[in-house]
């Protein structure tokens, strides 16, 4: 599902993604009705702009999270501006790609975002990972206490969790320990079911806290 509220934009995506395999559901101009469409296509992914003529793209994801909890929101936006990146990550998008970004990148992106890796133009990446850094720094007590009450994890799943918080793909975690990508995709899920959490996104701020990222 594509999200802009410029038309010949909203339509040149959709028509990228069209060619390039992928079903494009829905296509809208405005959040509100991006959350309602959402909540009836049920779309895997949704490429959505910040800057919206009725709410902001950081609300629609909060929205959008609501109505559809298994969607996962690429966000889209000609802005990279620190504090959006941050809010956007924060409510929930698996990733964030300039409109400067290629075709090949563009497509690159939404394929991983449906595969719940987290993407983020260059330079980016490090500025969500330094926040997550700022914030488990500034919740050593709180995680403490999250470790002693945390599920236990097998050995493999640690070893791949580590993995995770450096930002790795899964692609990149199956050749450094010798396994396959599915075999690490299921590790994730795993892991993600233990640990309660929706998102490779949630899990790299999990590891973070715990200093599996060193």
């Not at 298994?70 to 966000?75: A, D, F, H, S, T």
């Not at 070893?159 to 793909?169: F, H, I, N, Q, Y």
Request: proline residues 3%; glycine residues 10%.
């Amino acid at each position: 599902m594509v999200v802009d509220d410029h038309p010949m934009w909203r339509e040149g995506v959709a028509r990228d993604l069209t060619e390039a395999g992928h079903e494009v559901v829905a296509s809208c101009g405005e959040g509100r009705q991006a959350i309602r469409v959402a909540a009836a296509a049920r779309p895997d992914v949704v490429v959505l702009d910040l800057q919206l003529p009725d709410i902001s793209g950081v609300e629609v994801i909060h929205g959008l999270r609501a109505a559809h909890p298994g969607v996962r929101v690429l966000m889209l936006s000609a802005s990279g501006e620190q504090q959006g990146v941050l809010d956007a990550v924060t409510a929930g998008a698996t990733g964030y790609l300039l409109k400067s970004a290629g075709l090949a990148e563009f497509l690159a992106a939404v394929r991983r975002t449906a595969a719940g890796e987290p993407v983020f133009t260059p330079g980016l990446a490090g500025l969500v990972l330094g926040e997550y850094r700022r914030l488990a720094a500034g919740g050593d007590q709180a995680a403490a206490g999250a470790r002693e009450a945390a599920p236990r994890l097998t050995d493999r799943e640690t070893e791949v969790l580590r993995l995770v918080a450096k930002g790795m793909s899964y692609r990149q975690i199956a050749e450094r320990l010798g396994l396959s990508h599915r075999t690490v995709q299921n590790h994730v899920q795993n892991t993600l079911g233990k640990l309660q959490l929706h998102n490779r996104v949630e899990l790299t701020r999990y590891a973070i806290e715990r200093g599996l990222d060193d």
